[in-house]
């Protein structure tokens, strides 16, 4: 299925019926899907061919997320760009991507101002959302849509992606995050996503016609969850901006069904004084992924959000369900959580083959750590124009997602680190991750961040960066006993650092890079 077939399967289910909602208005599946016609046909008349890329640079919005299923009817490649990049990494992009057409909302033309000119191959330019006078040349969306006006076309000798590439199917080409080194374009075929679709509805549960609530970015995981939604006419309420009371009030006022939020903002939610006076019971869903989530958390959100919450493990080259922990998988027959499962990232997904590799690519004995190791239908085509990094990728005939974990005798997949950010002290390896678990049992720490720093006597010494919860403080040789009692002292750590906030990334995931070197400069000041 291409990515508008979801829309034209929710639509063939009721016409009429809700599909997206956003700030109390409700676009039927009817007026959706004529939008999205009515875009098909304007890129179309611009010149843009089946195969050249297509760029959405867009917060949450109705208009930019219809578009998506414009672009795809008309047989061009959908290119997410995170509004939240900076220009410099968006000309990147853009570029690396081959972009012929960029669609983006009047609050970013600054932006796009500042990198258009130096992107001779973007053709087309289109501002969603009224007349834009900063950008030259840009088509105001109702000259876009107008099948009367006149406008510039894509050249006949632009990129075509599909084309360099060789793969037919491709869907979209997401950047990779450019924090360890130059992005790079992950091409996702229709297939791809297909498989992702089809574990998802066979792996958590759907009682009825789903509403999804978007809080999280629609151009990363929130985003491609809409897709099984819409396949069973299922209705999306979009948040524009992140807001924890806004979004328990949109799951009672909606009778949300699904959802899904990166763990830092389950931590807001569980912080938030209106959780436990707000209706959540209509939830059959919450979804929960993209970083590692404290066990002692997820227990607390068992208890007081319900018995909803749904892990999925996946990367943007084998998008969301490597593996999958459904609601039934976190609690025993009597309700209660299955504390040894929480910390894990549940069991391999059923049309997915999961392998722990060791450094020759052969697999290891259950129970021994390594790296994870996947195959099949729901694995990238590919990096886009860079044979080497796709090859170094898919070596021993496995995707190497660079995480080490294991699987447990139950076939339950524990992520114990990234590759990189595995600490040797005193000729132990420490997995940063077994001690953040640690850390954010401790009740004042919200967040944390573990790296290795290089020491005279260790190698590497174990140092913790923790944010307290607001109103609070941690003290730090409260949390070492705290850690040590926990896990011993070989992976305890051996200076506590207390921060009001941790850096993130655009997608609120913690920057153990900018952490890491943060830590090195304070020292080296010393």
Not at 424 to 450: K, M, R, W
């Amino acid at each position: 299925m291409r990515l508008v077939d979801y829309l034209d399967k929710g639509a063939s289910l009721g016409p009429e019926a809700p599909c997206l909602t956003t700030d109390g208005h409700t676009q039927t599946y009817a007026e959706v899907r004529d939008t999205s016609r009515r875009v098909a046909d304007a890129l179309a008349r611009c010149g843009v061919a089946p195969g050249q890329s297509v760029a959405i640079l867009s917060a949450n919005d109705p208009t930019s997320f219809t578009c998506v299923f414009g672009i795809s009817r008309a047989g061009a490649v959908w290119c997410p760009v995170n509004p939240r990049n900076e220009a410099a990494e968006n000309r990147e992009l853009l570029d690396l991507f081959d972009c012929t057409a960029l669609l983006f909302q009047k609050s970013f033309a600054p932006l796009v101002a500042a990198i258009a000119p130096d992107l001779p191959k973007l053709a087309i330019l289109v501002c969603l959302d009224g007349p834009d006078d900063t950008v030259e040349g840009a088509l105001t969306w109702d000259d876009f849509l107008d099948a009367d006006a006149t406008v510039d076309r894509v050249p006949v000798d632009a990129p075509n992606p599909v084309a360099e590439s060789g793969v037919a199917d491709l869907a979209m080409i997401v950047g990779t995050g450019g924090t360890t080194g130059r992005p790079k374009g992950v091409m996702l075929t229709n297939a791809n996503l297909e498989t992702m679709t089809a574990l998802t509805l066979m792996g958590y549960p759907f009682r009825g016609r789903p509403t999804y609530l978007a809080l999280a970015p629609l151009t990363h995981a929130a985003g491609v969850l809409c897709f099984p939604v819409l396949a069973l006419g299922g209705e999306v309420v979009i948040m524009r901006t992140p807001d924890v009371g806004g979004f328990l009030a949109l799951v009672e006022r909606h009778e949300v069904t699904h959802t899904f939020l990166p763990p830092t903002l389950i931590y807001m939610v569980l912080g938030h004084e209106a959780l436990d006076t707000t209706d959540l019971s209509s939830l059959q869903c919450f979804w929960y992924g993209a970083a590692p989530m404290s066990a002692a958390r997820l227990e607390e959100a068992l208890t007081r959000i319900g018995p909803v919450m749904a892990q999925l493990f996946g990367q943007t080259e084998a998008p969301m369900m490597i593996s999958m922990m459904p609601p039934a998988d976190h609690v025993d027959a009597d309700g209660s959580p299955v504390r040894e499962r929480l910390s894990s990232a549940g069991r391999p997904a059923p049309l997915v083959q999961v392998a722990v590799l060791d450094e020759d690519g052969r697999e290891v004995p259950r129970g021994e750590r390594g790296e994870i190791g996947v195959r099949g239908s729901l694995v990238m085509a590919g990096y886009y124009k860079n044979a080497e990094a796709t090859a170094e990728a898919g070596r021993h005939g496995w995707h190497h997602t660079g995480d080490i974990g294991f699987l447990d005798a139950d076939g339950f997949l524990h992520i114990v680190d990234r590759a990189k950010d595995m600490i040797i002290s005193g000729g132990f390896n420490v997995y940063s991750t077994e001690v953040e678990q640690a850390l954010l049992a401790h009740p004042d720490v919200q967040d944390c961040a573990v790296i290795g720093v290089p020491d005279d006597k260790w190698g590497e010494r174990v140092v913790a960066v923790v944010q307290p919860y607001a109103g609070r403080s941690a003290d730090p040789d409260d949390v070492r006993a705290f850690v040590r009692e926990r896990i011993g002292g070989v992976k305890a750590p051996k200076e506590v650092l207390v921060w009001g906030d941790l850096p993130r990334s655009k997608v609120g995931k913690v920057l153990k890079v900018d952490i890491r070197s943060s830590v090195l400069a304070s020292h080296a000041d010393e």
